[in-house]
């Protein structure tokens, strides 16, 4: 399978522990997105990386929230302190920037459940 | 600001029917690209069709096609001959016009139940 894929698919962890989740792109797409869905919304946009760099973050990223991505392949985005409003299913992409379309492939995704 | 509007939260329609996703945005820039995404409960977000602003036609893939207003600025989603399997959420989404980036904005999404 060479899609994005995503780990674990699911976590439940109690108020106040730290988490970490890891997005492993397609191989050749040195554009990686991260992106937040709560219940009955769509997709928000947290932050963007093109190869190691981060380019932009959103006001949604808290100082809680960090993401890396050290050799522009996989990535990790970690919450500290998790708190119930983190509950959400945590989305990654990947895509190329010289398709004309730039269609962002998506990951199955990591369900966060904050108890 | 941009943003995405999609007013059906949830639709039905009988299997063989077409269905239209409704989809309006807001954008002053006019250089602009629209996707629409499947997402099944699996959770995984399927590309199914792109309209980029300065096309001149409107977009098809196999049983989608997208009825691209620009006008009225709507993008709507037509999906042929219904099938089970097309039960799903579907997402509206408009890449941020002008940013450097290509991030998404989306809609809520429109709930589709398709009936035997």
């Known amino acids: 399978d060479t899609g994005v894929s995503q780990n674990p698919r699911h976590k439940i962890t109690k108020r106040g522990q730290n988490v970490t989740f890891r997005c492993d792109p397609i191989?050749?797409?040195?554009?990686l997105y991260w992106y937040r869905q709560t219940l009955g919304q769509g997709p928000e946009f947290l932050t963007y990386?093109?190869?190691?760099?981060?380019?932009?973050k959103s006001r949604l990223l808290s100082d809680r929230f960090s993401a890396e991505r050290p050799k522009g392949s996989f990535s990790t985005l970690e919450i500290q302190r998790t708190e119930q409003g983190d509950s959400a299913m945590y989305l990654c992409a990947s895509s190329l920037p010289q398709d004309r379309v730039n269609e962002q492939y998506f990951g199955p995704g990591t369900r966060l459940t904050v108890t | 600001a941009q943003k995405i509007t999609q007013t059906q939260p949830g639709m039905f329609v009988q299997e063989k029917e077409a269905v239209t996703l409704d989809c309006t945005y807001d954008t002053s820039d006019p250089s602009y690209g629209l996707f629409w995404y499947k997402q099944p409960s699996s959770g995984e977000m399927i590309f199914l069709i792109y309209q980029g602003s300065y096309d001149q036609q409107n977009a098809t893939e196999g049983r989608y096609s997208l009825n691209f207003q620009k006008a009225r600025k709507s993008a709507n989603l037509v999906i042929s001959a219904s099938q089970l399997g097309d039960s799903a959420m579907y997402f509206c989404a408009m890449r941020e016009p002008g940013g450097a980036t290509n991030k998404l904005i989306f809609g809520t999404g429109t709930l589709l139940a398709v009936q035997p």
């Open positions: 191989s050749e797409h040195n554009r």
């Open positions: 990386f093109q190869n190691e760099a981060q380019l932009e």
